[in-house]
Protein backbone atom coordinates (compact mmCIF):
# COMPACT_ATOMS: atom_id res chain seq x y z
CA UNK A 1 0.00 0.00 0.00
CA UNK A 2 1.50 3.48 -0.52
CA UNK A 3 2.25 6.33 1.49
CA UNK A 4 -0.96 8.23 1.09
CA UNK A 5 -3.06 4.88 1.36
CA UNK A 6 -1.65 4.05 4.81
CA UNK A 7 -1.94 8.01 5.67
CA UNK A 8 -5.84 7.84 5.04
CA UNK A 9 -6.17 4.66 6.97
CA UNK A 10 -4.10 5.48 10.30
CA UNK A 11 -6.27 8.75 9.70
CA UNK A 12 -9.63 6.73 9.95
CA UNK A 13 -8.21 4.13 12.56
CA UNK A 14 -7.79 7.64 14.72
CA UNK A 15 -10.76 8.75 13.89
CA UNK A 16 -13.07 6.02 15.06
CA UNK A 17 -10.56 5.48 17.91
CA UNK A 18 -11.15 8.59 19.13
CA UNK A 19 -15.32 8.06 18.90
CA UNK A 20 -14.80 5.37 21.69
CA UNK A 21 -16.18 2.16 19.88
CA UNK A 22 -16.77 0.52 23.03
CA UNK A 23 -19.77 3.20 23.87
CA UNK A 24 -21.02 3.57 20.76
CA UNK A 25 -24.10 1.54 21.81
CA UNK A 26 -24.90 3.63 24.49
CA UNK A 27 -26.50 6.49 22.27
CA UNK A 28 -27.72 4.32 19.40
CA UNK A 29 -29.62 2.06 21.47
CA UNK A 30 -31.55 4.23 23.34
CA UNK A 31 -32.44 6.29 20.17
CA UNK A 32 -33.51 2.45 18.32
CA UNK A 33 -35.19 1.32 21.57
CA UNK A 34 -37.30 4.56 21.70
CA UNK A 35 -38.09 4.73 17.75
CA UNK A 36 -39.63 0.68 18.45
CA UNK A 37 -41.32 1.12 21.37
CA UNK A 38 -43.32 4.27 19.47
CA UNK A 39 -44.53 2.31 17.18
CA UNK A 40 -41.81 2.53 14.28
CA UNK A 41 -40.32 -0.37 12.98
CA UNK A 42 -36.87 -1.41 11.05
CA UNK A 43 -37.77 0.82 8.26
CA UNK A 44 -35.09 2.84 6.75
CA UNK A 45 -36.00 5.94 9.14
CA UNK A 46 -34.97 3.43 12.18
CA UNK A 47 -31.35 3.11 10.86
CA UNK A 48 -30.46 6.40 10.02
CA UNK A 49 -30.81 6.89 13.34
CA UNK A 50 -29.23 4.11 14.91
CA UNK A 51 -26.57 4.43 12.60
CA UNK A 52 -26.10 8.47 13.20
CA UNK A 53 -26.00 7.68 17.00
CA UNK A 54 -23.81 4.99 16.79
CA UNK A 55 -20.82 6.47 14.84
CA UNK A 56 -21.08 9.93 13.61
CA UNK A 57 -22.61 11.26 16.97
CA UNK A 58 -19.92 9.54 18.71
CA UNK A 59 -17.11 10.73 16.30
CA UNK A 60 -18.19 14.35 17.01
CA UNK A 61 -19.20 13.83 20.89
CA UNK A 62 -15.91 12.58 21.32
CA UNK A 63 -13.58 14.32 18.70
CA UNK A 64 -14.67 17.78 19.73
CA UNK A 65 -13.95 16.58 23.67
CA UNK A 66 -10.91 15.05 22.32
CA UNK A 67 -9.45 18.29 20.49
CA UNK A 68 -10.11 20.60 23.57
CA UNK A 69 -9.16 18.41 26.34
CA UNK A 70 -5.74 17.56 24.49
CA UNK A 71 -3.25 19.47 27.05
CA UNK A 72 -5.08 18.15 29.88
CA UNK A 73 -4.97 14.26 28.22
CA UNK A 74 -1.62 14.48 27.35
CA UNK A 75 -1.16 14.56 31.30
CA UNK A 76 -3.60 12.27 32.18
CA UNK A 77 -1.99 8.33 32.52
CA UNK A 78 -5.95 6.65 31.84
CA UNK A 79 -6.25 8.07 28.27
CA UNK A 80 -4.72 6.24 25.56
CA UNK A 81 -7.05 2.78 25.85
CA UNK A 82 -10.72 2.56 26.09
CA UNK A 83 -11.08 5.74 28.36
CA UNK A 84 -10.45 7.80 25.55
CA UNK A 85 -7.33 7.99 22.90
CA UNK A 86 -4.92 10.70 22.83
CA UNK A 87 -4.11 11.98 19.36
CA UNK A 88 -1.02 14.03 18.06
CA UNK A 89 -2.45 17.79 17.33
CA UNK A 90 -2.02 16.82 13.79
CA UNK A 91 -5.14 15.04 14.06
CA UNK A 92 -7.63 17.73 15.11
CA UNK A 93 -8.15 19.32 11.90
CA UNK A 94 -9.51 15.87 10.22
CA UNK A 95 -11.25 15.35 13.48
CA UNK A 96 -13.36 18.46 13.40
CA UNK A 97 -13.93 17.54 10.14
CA UNK A 98 -14.92 14.14 10.53
CA UNK A 99 -17.51 15.67 12.99
CA UNK A 100 -18.96 18.11 10.80
CA UNK A 101 -18.91 15.57 7.44
CA UNK A 102 -20.40 12.64 9.15
CA UNK A 103 -22.91 14.20 10.92
CA UNK A 104 -24.26 17.14 8.95
CA UNK A 105 -25.92 14.33 5.82
CA UNK A 106 -28.06 12.61 9.02
CA UNK A 107 -29.02 15.73 10.62
CA UNK A 108 -30.26 16.94 6.96
CA UNK A 109 -32.11 14.14 6.99
CA UNK A 110 -33.94 13.23 10.33
CA UNK A 111 -34.48 17.01 10.56
CA UNK A 112 -36.51 16.87 6.45
CA UNK A 113 -38.52 13.90 8.30
CA UNK A 114 -38.76 14.25 11.58
CA UNK A 115 -41.35 16.17 13.69
CA UNK A 116 -41.08 19.91 15.33
CA UNK A 117 -40.60 18.38 18.44
CA UNK A 118 -38.04 15.69 17.82
CA UNK A 119 -35.98 18.88 15.99
CA UNK A 120 -36.41 20.68 18.93
CA UNK A 121 -34.35 17.54 20.65
CA UNK A 122 -32.12 16.88 18.05
CA UNK A 123 -31.14 20.54 18.61
CA UNK A 124 -30.78 19.95 21.72
CA UNK A 125 -28.30 17.10 21.74
CA UNK A 126 -26.21 18.98 19.11
CA UNK A 127 -26.22 21.94 21.39
CA UNK A 128 -24.84 19.78 24.18
CA UNK A 129 -22.27 17.84 22.12
CA UNK A 130 -20.70 21.08 20.97
CA UNK A 131 -20.89 23.37 24.49
CA UNK A 132 -19.88 20.38 26.59
CA UNK A 133 -16.40 21.17 25.40
CA UNK A 134 -15.80 23.71 23.00
CA UNK A 135 -14.98 27.39 24.23
CA UNK A 136 -16.47 29.60 25.33
CA UNK A 137 -19.24 27.87 26.61
CA UNK A 138 -16.84 24.95 27.75
CA UNK A 139 -19.80 23.41 30.13
CA UNK A 140 -17.67 20.39 31.37
CA UNK A 141 -15.96 23.35 33.25
CA UNK A 142 -19.07 24.42 35.21
CA UNK A 143 -19.76 22.34 38.16
CA UNK A 144 -23.47 20.48 38.06
CA UNK A 145 -23.78 21.81 34.50
CA UNK A 146 -21.31 19.69 33.50
CA UNK A 147 -23.37 16.35 34.45
CA UNK A 148 -26.75 17.67 33.84
CA UNK A 149 -25.16 18.08 29.73
CA UNK A 150 -22.66 15.26 29.72
CA UNK A 151 -26.54 13.35 30.63
CA UNK A 152 -28.15 15.03 27.97
CA UNK A 153 -25.47 13.29 25.44
CA UNK A 154 -27.44 10.44 26.60
CA UNK A 155 -30.69 10.61 27.19
CA UNK A 156 -31.72 13.29 23.93
CA UNK A 157 -31.09 10.41 21.22
CA UNK A 158 -33.93 8.28 23.27
CA UNK A 159 -36.26 11.36 23.18
CA UNK A 160 -35.66 12.20 19.50
CA UNK A 161 -36.23 8.40 19.05
CA UNK A 162 -40.01 8.64 20.93
CA UNK A 163 -40.86 11.59 18.84
CA UNK A 164 -39.43 11.34 15.73
CA UNK A 165 -42.95 9.78 13.94
CA UNK A 166 -45.15 12.07 15.84
CA UNK A 167 -46.38 9.47 17.71
CA UNK A 168 -48.27 9.89 21.68
CA UNK A 169 -45.38 9.55 23.77
CA UNK A 170 -46.90 8.03 27.19
CA UNK A 171 -46.44 8.70 30.56
CA UNK A 172 -44.12 5.48 30.91
CA UNK A 173 -41.61 6.55 28.68
CA UNK A 174 -40.86 9.97 30.28
CA UNK A 175 -40.37 7.74 33.70
CA UNK A 176 -38.27 5.90 31.67
CA UNK A 177 -36.34 8.93 30.18
CA UNK A 178 -36.19 10.41 33.63
CA UNK A 179 -34.64 7.63 34.86
CA UNK A 180 -31.99 7.61 32.14
CA UNK A 181 -31.43 11.13 33.16
CA UNK A 182 -30.36 10.60 36.30
CA UNK A 183 -28.35 7.48 35.82
CA UNK A 184 -26.10 9.92 33.24
CA UNK A 185 -26.01 12.70 35.68
CA UNK A 186 -24.60 9.61 38.21
CA UNK A 187 -22.14 7.98 35.48
CA UNK A 188 -20.51 11.68 34.95
CA UNK A 189 -20.35 12.41 38.41
CA UNK A 190 -18.63 8.93 39.13
CA UNK A 191 -16.33 9.15 36.31
CA UNK A 192 -15.34 12.41 37.60
CA UNK A 193 -13.94 11.58 41.18
CA UNK A 194 -10.86 9.62 39.84
CA UNK A 195 -9.87 13.04 38.36
CA UNK A 196 -10.38 15.27 41.62
CA UNK A 197 -6.70 15.59 42.68
CA UNK A 198 -5.48 16.01 38.62
CA UNK A 199 -8.26 18.34 37.95
CA UNK A 200 -7.30 20.58 40.78
CA UNK A 201 -3.79 20.64 39.85
CA UNK A 202 -4.42 21.39 36.42
CA UNK A 203 -6.85 24.02 37.41
CA UNK A 204 -9.98 22.11 35.94
CA UNK A 205 -13.36 22.39 37.28
CA UNK A 206 -16.00 19.45 37.89
CA UNK A 207 -18.68 18.61 39.61
CA UNK A 208 -16.17 16.33 41.61
CA UNK A 209 -13.57 18.86 42.12
CA UNK A 210 -16.22 21.05 43.96
CA UNK A 211 -18.03 19.33 45.86
CA UNK A 212 -14.86 16.66 46.65
CA UNK A 213 -14.52 13.00 45.46
CA UNK A 214 -16.72 11.87 48.72
CA UNK A 215 -19.74 14.12 48.74
CA UNK A 216 -19.86 13.38 44.90
CA UNK A 217 -19.80 9.81 45.11
CA UNK A 218 -22.37 9.47 47.74
CA UNK A 219 -24.77 11.98 45.59
CA UNK A 220 -23.87 9.34 42.40
CA UNK A 221 -24.99 6.39 44.36
CA UNK A 222 -28.15 8.33 45.54
CA UNK A 223 -28.89 9.68 41.80
CA UNK A 224 -28.69 5.80 40.63
CA UNK A 225 -30.97 4.32 43.59
CA UNK A 226 -33.74 6.86 42.86
CA UNK A 227 -33.42 5.93 39.11
CA UNK A 228 -33.69 2.51 39.67
CA UNK A 229 -36.65 3.01 41.80
CA UNK A 230 -38.34 4.96 38.95
CA UNK A 231 -38.27 1.48 36.60
CA UNK A 232 -40.23 0.21 39.98
CA UNK A 233 -43.18 2.17 38.27
CA UNK A 234 -43.00 1.16 34.70
CA UNK A 235 -45.12 -2.19 33.99
CA UNK A 236 -43.49 -5.16 34.28
CA UNK A 237 -40.57 -6.35 33.62
CA UNK A 238 -40.03 -2.63 34.38
CA UNK A 239 -38.68 -4.17 37.90
CA UNK A 240 -36.11 -6.84 36.05
CA UNK A 241 -34.40 -3.54 34.83
CA UNK A 242 -34.88 -1.90 38.21
CA UNK A 243 -33.13 -4.80 39.86
CA UNK A 244 -30.38 -4.75 37.47
CA UNK A 245 -29.93 -0.81 37.79
CA UNK A 246 -28.85 -1.42 41.55
CA UNK A 247 -26.06 -3.00 40.10
CA UNK A 248 -24.51 0.26 39.22
CA UNK A 249 -25.79 1.60 42.95
CA UNK A 250 -23.43 -1.17 44.82
CA UNK A 251 -20.96 -0.42 42.66
CA UNK A 252 -20.47 2.90 43.67
CA UNK A 253 -20.89 2.42 47.11
CA UNK A 254 -18.05 0.42 47.00
CA UNK A 255 -16.30 3.96 47.55
CA UNK A 256 -18.75 5.06 49.88
CA UNK A 257 -15.80 6.97 52.67
CA UNK A 258 -13.77 7.71 49.25
CA UNK A 259 -11.77 10.65 50.06
CA UNK A 260 -9.76 13.60 47.73
CA UNK A 261 -6.45 12.03 48.55
CA UNK A 262 -7.17 8.10 47.37
CA UNK A 263 -9.87 9.60 44.44
CA UNK A 264 -7.82 7.47 41.95
CA UNK A 265 -9.21 4.20 43.17
CA UNK A 266 -12.24 5.25 41.93
CA UNK A 267 -11.06 4.30 38.25
CA UNK A 268 -12.03 0.91 39.19
CA UNK A 269 -15.62 1.71 39.51
CA UNK A 270 -15.62 3.25 36.20
CA UNK A 271 -13.96 0.31 34.09
CA UNK A 272 -17.04 -1.99 36.12
CA UNK A 273 -19.38 1.22 35.22
CA UNK A 274 -18.16 0.17 31.56
CA UNK A 275 -18.89 -3.66 31.56
CA UNK A 276 -21.98 -3.23 33.29
CA UNK A 277 -23.54 -1.34 30.92
CA UNK A 278 -23.40 -4.65 28.00
CA UNK A 279 -24.81 -6.24 31.16
CA UNK A 280 -27.56 -3.98 31.89
CA UNK A 281 -28.24 -3.79 28.02
CA UNK A 282 -28.68 -7.34 27.54
CA UNK A 283 -31.03 -7.30 30.63
CA UNK A 284 -32.81 -4.64 28.63
CA UNK A 285 -32.88 -6.29 25.52
CA UNK A 286 -34.37 -9.77 26.98
CA UNK A 287 -36.61 -7.52 28.84
CA UNK A 288 -38.00 -6.29 25.79
CA UNK A 289 -38.29 -9.51 24.23
CA UNK A 290 -40.23 -11.19 26.81
CA UNK A 291 -42.76 -7.89 26.34
CA UNK A 292 -43.07 -8.45 22.35
CA UNK A 293 -42.61 -12.22 21.86
CA UNK A 294 -43.61 -13.74 25.49
Known sequence: MDKEGTTAVTVLRNILAASRPISWVNTAFPFGLAYLLSGGGTDWLFWVGVVFFLIPYNIAMYGINDVFDYESDI??????????????????????????????????????????????????????????????????????????????HFVTPAIVGATILDADTSQYFWYAAGAFFLWGMASHALGAVQDVRADREGGL????????????????????????????????????????????????????????????????????????????????????????FG
Open 75 to 152: RNPRKGGVEGAVLPKSMHAPLLWASAVTTIPFLVVMYATGTWISAIWLTVAMAAVVAYSAPPMRFKERPLIDSITSST
Open 205 to 292: SSIATAFGARITTRLAAAAYLVAALLLFALPAPGWIVGIAGLGYVANTLRFWNISDATCEDANSSWRVFLWLNYLVGAIVTMSLVWVF
